[in-house]
């Protein structure tokens, strides 16, 4: 059952951003309607987590940082409720037993049959390209036997710069690619790094990005130094 939240804000915010937006979605069909799935999206700004679930029929449930739901004041007050009414999970993800617990509650969605939106990146990209992936996302598929949904955004981060909260007004586009089943051992690390790159690859395919082979994470540290 959608919360209350999500489904107020959802029909609110749908035929808004849909006459503003005009989102073009290609292969929507290929999200399954009902049973365990992950998307896979590239990330490209704060505003996927807007777009993308208000074009799939069904409620994606996405795996936050908890960082989200615990700022100070009115405004971190405002910021949690929004991603509570967006339908986002806070868990820890820096890494350690944290990022156990973010995978196990993961697992626990799926096993609810519930649609879960993961940004294998792990961080928005710093400047358009697509970054290395983090194997969790493999590891939840393969626990879960889950088919992966990869998702290409394009345009968001003209439309929402990191920092700006105001929207500029241009069409969003989105394609969503053939569903991957995995098979194999989750504890396998080799096997898991080689699934992840190939999903990263499948993501590529359909986004056109350049891809990078290092962590957003450390791209985004570089630039910091180089400042």
């Given at each position: ?21 005009r ?10 309607v009902?049973?365990?799935v ?5 990330h490209?700004s704060?505003?996927d ?5 208000l074009v ?30 967006l339908?986002?999970?806070p ?18 969605l ?6 879960l939106g ?5 961080t ?5 390209r697509?970054?290395?992936g ?13 088919p ?7 345009n ?5 710069p ?6 500029k007004i241009?069409?969003?586009?989105m394609?969503?690619g ?8 989750p ?8 699934l992840t790159?190939?999903?990263m ?6 986004s ?5 082979d290092?962590?957003?994470t450390r ?9």
């Amino acid at each position: 059952m959608v919360n209350l939240p999500y489904g107020l804000l959802r029909a609110f915010l749908t035929p808004f951003l849909m006459l503003l937006f005009r989102p073009k979605v290609t292969g929507l069909r290929n999200v399954p309607v009902n049973g365990p799935v992950i998307m896979a999206s590239n990330h490209l700004s704060f505003s996927d987590s807007v777009f993308m679930p208000l074009v799939v029929p069904r409620k994606v449930t996405f795996l936050a940082k908890s960082e989200y739901f615990t700022s100070p004041g009115p405004k971190g007050l405002l910021k949690k409720l929004t991603f509570i009414a967006l339908g986002q999970v806070p868990v820890d993800r820096s890494g350690g037993r944290r990022s156990e617990a973010a995978l196990i509650t993961g697992l626990e969605l799926l096993s609810q049959g519930k649609c879960l939106g993961i940004y294998p990146e792990g961080t928005r990209s710093p400047d358009g390209r697509l970054y290395k992936g983090r194997t969790g996302i493999v590891r939840l598929a393969l626990e879960s036997g889950a088919p992966v949904v990869p998702v290409a955004m394009f345009n968001t981060e003209k439309i929402q710069p990191t920092g700006k909260v105001i929207p500029k007004i241009m069409r969003v586009k989105m394609i969503f690619g053939e569903p991957i089943f995995y098979t194999g051992d989750p504890t396998d690390l080799k096997l898991l790094r080689d699934l992840t790159d190939n999903l990263m690859r499948r993501i590529q395919e359909i986004s056109g990005q350049e891809y990078v082979d290092i962590f957003a994470t450390r791209r985004k540290a570089e630039i910091e130094d180089e400042d």
